[in-house]
């Protein structure tokens, strides 16, 4: 849940978002030792993208995205993130269920 949008109801109440989140990173030490310390800890990543979403309002979906690929890209080990994100039963007039974005950052471009 987080207040996102444009429009001024979208500004005054918390709205429902999906985020799918894609990660890149090494696997090749994991997949041999199957331990769960040699990868990253997907449940810290989802809290993660779950406090930006509610902890700052933003007008589009793609600085909303933009900011979880940073968050999730502030681990060492992902090298890369994609990150869509929808917004559900937005306030368009058409009966859709959501609409979204996906943006893809890898981590050379977060540090620029």
């Known amino acids: ?3 996102h949008g444009v429009l001024p109801c979208e ?5 429902a978002f999906e ?7 090494d696997l090749s030490r994991c997949g041999v030792s ?5 990868t990253v800890d997907y449940g810290a990543l989802m809290d ?6 509610a902890g700052r309002s933003f007008c589009l979906l793609e600085a ?6 940073k968050a999730i890209l502030e681990d060492p080990r992902v090298g890369g993130a994609s990150v869509t994100v929808r917004k559900l039963h937005p306030p368009v007039p058409l009966d ?6 996906r943006v893809a950052m890898k981590r050379a ?3 620029e």
């Open 34 to 38: 199957d331990q769960i310390a040699d």
């Open 11 to 15: 500004q005054e109440r918390a709205q």
């Open 96 to 101: 859709v269920s959501s609409v979204g974005i």
């Open 19 to 25: 985020l799918d989140l894609d990660v890149e990173l």
């Open 48 to 53: 993660k993208a779950a406090r930006v979403v």
């Open 109 to 111: 471009a977060c540090q």
């Open 1 to 3: 849940m987080g207040v």
């Open 64 to 69: 909303l995205a933009t900011a979880v690929a």
